[in-house]
């Protein structure tokens, strides 16, 4: 029987609790209802680190165990995935979250008996460098260089929009006709809001979900400044993420007792959030899809966010756009849909309509076609 390794160690590392987790676990579980047992790929895991959200998930498929240290050098954890994906006689390995900030979760060496697939959510790391640890060194270091020749070669990529084509193709050289776009669906759809006290105390709230420099809070905050009085923020981040800059902005007089941080919150208390806010807003400067758009639509929560990088192509006219740093627009549309429920109900029902285009059903259908395209060669 031909078989395929999904890479699924991002839900081992940091990246669990990220846009990346997000796919990797709503793919796993999508792929639980395709297959059944005996034919479901089987997920590359690391032998030594917990998963601490998808324990019971991991357990409904066979895993293949990567048993070196976190610690060990890239060069010899790439060639190490190499054979030991050979032993295991894969015949197609899946990337799911290639080019991220851990170099234990490397790509294998190019020179392989199996075909190497990689779904690449955005080039961030390239776009921002300078926001990630040891940034200078990235573009121009030898594990980077590495991996995009890796991808170069891969047999085929898949991303997550247009705007992620277009990027790959530029900065790391794939041909157009060995790319696929594939949408991901809206997360947790299946899950009902539950009443969280925690945040009963706070009325009329807009909300930010995200952390890191190209997500823009700054913005966002200097925006507050010329809301109604009456409206706070409520930030989906962990507060020590935030730079000097942000935090300063954070303390002065007219926001100090205005903004709310909350981290590592239940998604039933997240969707509870996009239920009863104003509005999402959502000033970032690279986004591949964009999670935080498309959740906040499927519970009907008008959207403000950037006319930059693939928000237009995922929001369309179901959100208004703005300029990520016009810190002046983002505070009118807000104030517009506080004070106007016809503008407000607009949004609500055009944000619910655009949803549709997206599910995950849909796209496990387009990665088995792929996958059996390349088994049937």
Not at 107 to 130: K, M
Not at 153 to 176: C, L, P, Q, W, Y
């Amino acid at each position: 029987m031909k078989t395929v390794c999904l890479d699924v160690r991002a839900l081992q590392s940091g990246h669990a609790r990220r846009g990346i987790g997000v796919f990797v676990r709503h793919f796993l579980e999508n792929i639980l209802n395709f297959y059944p047992f005996e034919n479901r790929p089987r997920v590359l895991v690391h032998q030594n680190l917990p998963f601490p959200n998808d324990t019971a998930l991991i357990k409904e498929f066979q895993q293949i165990y990567f048993s070196i240290p976190v610690t060990t050098p890239w060069v010899f954890s790439q060639f190490y995935l190499s054979l030991l994906l050979n032993r295991f006689n894969i015949d197609i390995y899946h990337a799911l979250s290639p080019l991220t900030t851990e170099k234990w979760i490397s790509l294998p060496y190019v020179n392989n008996t199996f075909s190497t697939l990689a779904t690449v959510h955005d080039l961030n790391l390239f776009r921002f460098s300078e926001t990630y640890k040891s940034a200078k060194n990235y573009t121009n270091s030898a594990y980077y260089r590495v991996q995009v020749n890796t991808l170069k070669k891969a047999t085929h990529i898949m991303v997550n929009s247009n705007f992620v084509k277009r990027d790959v193709i530029k900065m790391i050289g794939v041909n157009e006709s060995n790319i696929s776009i594939i949408y991901p669906g809206v997360p947790y759809q299946n899950i009902s809001n539950s009443k969280h006290p925690s945040f009963e105390n706070i009325d009329n709230f807009v909300l930010f979900v995200g952390e890191g420099q190209p997500k823009n809070l700054i913005t966002c905050l200097k925006a507050l400044l010329h809301v109604d009085k009456a409206i706070n923020l409520i930030v989906i981040a962990r507060k020590k993420s935030c730079k000097v800059d942000v935090l300063e902005l954070c303390e002065i007089v007219e926001l100090k007792n205005r903004i709310v941080f909350l981290e590592d919150i239940q998604q039933e208390m997240l969707i509870e959030l996009y239920e009863n806010a104003i509005c999402l807003v959502f000033p970032s400067y690279g986004e591949g899809f964009g999670f935080p758009v498309v959740e906040a639509m499927s519970r009907g929560c008008p959207v403000i966010c950037s006319n930059v990088t693939s928000l237009p192509e995922i929001s369309g006219n179901a959100a208004i756009l703005i300029e990520p740093d016009n810190d002046k627009a983002i505070a009118e549309n807000i104030n517009l849909l506080y004070r106007d429920n016809n503008v407000q109900k607009y949004f609500k029902q055009a944000g619910k309509k655009k949803i549709e285009l997206y599910s995950w059903s849909q796209m496990v259908l387009q990665y088995d076609a792929i996958y059996n395209k390349i088994l049937s060669k």
